[in-house]
């Protein structure tokens, strides 16, 4: 089975790939269909996820996956949740991976509450008027550190520290960050209800 992810994040694409990988299921980037990019106008990952997912299958005629994920940080109220690709931008600086953790840690010096949260929405959708799309939903929490510590990953994984393992997302294998992470989580579940629902 051949579904888009609708998403051209090549970190994405290649956790998602590996999840999905036993379920015999191909994963496609939109990009590589030519598909460009949906309006995100909500305010919350479910709706920007399904908008994304409707888009991306109206474009294809293909079955569709979107990931909407973000930090959400209890000192800022949840935020930048939604808006998490983006942060950097609103403190001035280019938008992009280094300088949303530049930004992060900028904003929480001497914040004494470092408690956070990565978060994974992802929704599937048959068609683009499918009445029952899939959702699935995972959470890391953890804490924000002062410096970032260690290498893999991407986002704000070197940032992100997880009290169970005794270290950030960036210090950790791929196998370990997806067995932890908030898209592997997200990704297991959305893996058992397309095995349920969709394939036959």
């Known amino acids: 089975m051949k579904i888009v992810l609708a998403s051209n994040n090549a970190g994405k694409l290649t956790e998602l790939q590996a999840l999905f990988a036993p379920l015999g299921v191909e994963l496609v ?41 973000g930090l959400c ?8 949740g939604v808006d998490t690709a983006y942060y950097a931008t609103r403190f001035g600086y280019e938008k992009g991976d280094a300088n949303n953790v530049r930004a992060l840690l900028e904003q929480m010096q001497g914040v004494a509450d470092r408690r956070a949260a990565l978060v994974s929405t992802l929704v599937g959708v048959r068609s683009p008027d499918d009445p029952e799309p899939l959702i699935a939903s995972g959470r890391a929490a953890g804490e924000i550190t ?10 704000f994984d070197p940032v992100m520290f997880l009290p169970a393992l005794g270290k950030t997302f960036a210090e950790l294998s791929p196998e370990v960050k997806n067995a932890h992470s908030h898209r592997g989580q997200a990704a297991r579940r959305m893996g058992e209800l397309v095995r349920e629902r969709w394939l036959p």
């Open 73 to 80: 940080v209890e000192a800022f109220g949840g935020l930048p």
């Open 29 to 69: 980037r939109q990009g590589d269909l030519c598909i460009g990019e949906a309006e995100e106008p909500f305010r919350t990952f479910v709706e920007n996820a399904l908008a994304k997912a409707r888009h991306a299958a109206r474009a294809s005629g293909l079955p569709a996956i979107a990931d909407d994920a």
């Open 146 to 155: 002062a410096a970032p510590v260690g290498t893999q990953g991407f986002g």
